[in-house]
């Protein structure tokens, strides 16, 4: 069984634009999808009168937008990616971020090489409600825009991790490069600690940017769906 954490309502229904909807919506829908690290089901979320995700899905695989492996290296801002990954969540403001294990295993060696960040809007979690930041980091409103989510990683960089740095106004934007990216998922993963608190899931997401760091690359997208799913290191045999 695979519990959804996120669907996003403006995404879906881009995607499943003239579909109709049934009186169950994507609740009462299942689909099996594969990836290289196995296959997994689309669950069954808390919400109504939805158009289908598993029929959205079906279309954009058949597009010639369908999602390639969150871990290839040609994956560019704007196109589609599907991931497994062990990734923790956390509400901050109007906003929900997922960030990824920094550490590498067998089952993701990717880690720390490759750092997955998902953001989206807190309005698109389905059932449970993660651990609320508001008293910890800077508000944001919600955004699918890389430049909103940048300017977010500045202001927690000025309020939690600068480290000898100008602190920057709230309400002024200013020029980031990819030093700034970095020691702002640093302070991320000091924040959420995804080492302890990070869940497998799996899911689909727009890619909205590519970012070089020391040692590996910062790969930032907005989700379609987020579930949670099994440790590909459980052997029920």
């Given at each position: ?8 309502d ?7 634009k ?5 009186s ?11 990836t ?23 279309i ?6 369908a999602?390639?492996?969150?871990a ?5 801002p ?7 990954s062990?990734l ?5 403001g109007?906003?929900v971020?997922f ?9 993701y ?14 309005r698109?979690?389905?059932?449970e ?16 825009s ?8 500045l202001?927690?960089?000025d309020?939690?991790?600068?480290k ?5 106004d ?15 998922i ?21 890619v909205t ?28 045999s």
């Amino acid at each position: 069984m695979h519990e959804l954490v996120y669907v996003s309502d403006a995404k879906l229904y881009q995607l499943a634009k003239g579909l109709p909807r049934g009186s169950g919506g994507s609740r009462d829908l299942e689909a099996e999808f594969k990836t290289p690290l196995g296959g997994f089901k689309i669950g069954r979320p808390a919400r109504k009168r939805e158009p289908s995700l598993a029929a959205a899905i079906r279309i954009l695989n058949q597009s010639s937008r369908a999602p390639a492996w969150f871990a290839e290296t040609t994956v560019r801002p704007g196109e589609w990616i599907q991931f497994e990954s062990p990734l923790a969540h956390r509400v901050a403001g109007d906003a929900v971020i997922f960030l990824d294990d920094d550490e590498p295993s067998d089952e993701y060696p990717t880690g720390g090489r490759l750092r997955l960040l998902l953001h989206g809007s807190r309005r698109h979690l389905v059932g449970e409600r993660p651990t609320d930041l508001d008293d910890d980091i800077p508000n944001l409103l919600p955004s699918s825009s890389w430049v909103t989510f940048g300017e977010y990683l500045l202001r927690t960089i000025d309020e939690f991790g600068n480290k000898g740095r100008k602190t920057a106004d709230k309400n002024t934007w200013r020029p980031y490069g990819s030093d700034d990216v970095e020691h702002g998922i640093h302070v991320l993963t000091e924040i959420m600690r995804p080492r302890y608190a990070a869940a497998w899931m799996a899911g689909y997401a727009r890619v909205t940017a590519v970012i070089p760091i020391d040692g590996g690359v910062v790969l930032a997208a907005t989700p379609l769906y987020v579930e949670y799913i099994e440790s590909p290191g459980i052997d029920h045999s």
